[in-house]
């Protein structure tokens, strides 16, 4: 693992000079996290094979989970890829945002093998957050970016998370508040078959079916998995019960609607002010040094699937983590 000597320094994305920093800290291959609508990401040149293999070892990553290039938009998304007409008409609909588009990958796309864990495809999204787009833009080119922690950790959805999970292994943290969607990127595959929902995200199934008819899920006979989406992931240190309507001695219970519990996601249940709060939510049941977790049960619907995907994993045995 790099150790680098001092923590990095966090700093406002909305500073141009700080950005123009930023730019230079990635051309030398170093490590910054940036702050995007979903999660802040840890953003690496994606055509820089050693920065990329440093942004692995930093998040103890492993190297055949592919990372997704971040772009300003199709312009920079055709160089990389293939782009059928329903990428077109996706990115039309929903970027800048929380979507993310498996596509085959270009062979002279400017990107390192290790970036796509060497396969055919590679994932793509423009986000919409002004700080990423700024960087992005500035650095002129596509930039690698994970969620901003260790891996299997809960992702991150403040510059002060970042700094608590990497904070000692990366060279620059840029601020840019808490995230707004607060879920990582919804992952689809439109691979030539039908297309297909890798891994539920911030933006709902509906939205995206309504221009791509039913999507095929991931697990689906043939349809291919997400190589990153293991069982246990985002997992808090607690033990987690879900669909509890009360706490059992010795949990905490995080509410959802009616039920309020002792910390709540969203008292007149909204899905969306849900899922905005949810990965800051465990972060402090954690602190708060709960060892049980009991979550009051969240509608499968919108952005509920997403949450609950989340969920799962995060109550999944962790000794399913690779
Ligand atoms: O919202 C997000 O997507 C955030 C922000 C920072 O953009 N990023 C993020 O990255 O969540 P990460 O690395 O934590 O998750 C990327 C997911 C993983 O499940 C990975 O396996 C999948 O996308 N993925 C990436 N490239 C792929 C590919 N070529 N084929 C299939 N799945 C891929
Ligand atoms: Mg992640």
Redesign the pocket.
Known sequence: QPALSKPAPIKPASDPAVIEEAVAILKAGGLVAMP?E????LAADAGNADAVARLYAAKGRPRF????A?VAGPNMAWRLAGWPDLADQLAESFWPG?L?L?LPKRPDAPIADIA??G?D???L?A?RHAAAQALIRAFDGPLV????NPSGAV?PTTAAHVAEGLGDRIDLILDGGACPVGL??T?I?LLGGTPTL??P??LARRQIEAITGRLADAGDGEA?L????MKSHYAPNAAMRLGAETAQPGEVLLGFGTISGDLNLSETGDLAEAATGLFAALRTLDARGATRIAVAPIPDEGLGEAINDRLQRAAAPKDDLI
């Open positions: 995007t979903t999660v802040y990401g989970n592919p990372l997704i971040h929380p993310t498996v796509n864990a396969l495809s590679i994932a999204r986000p970016a994970p969620s901003a992702s990582e990127s992952v595959a890798l891994r995200g911030g291919l997400a190589p990153g989406m």
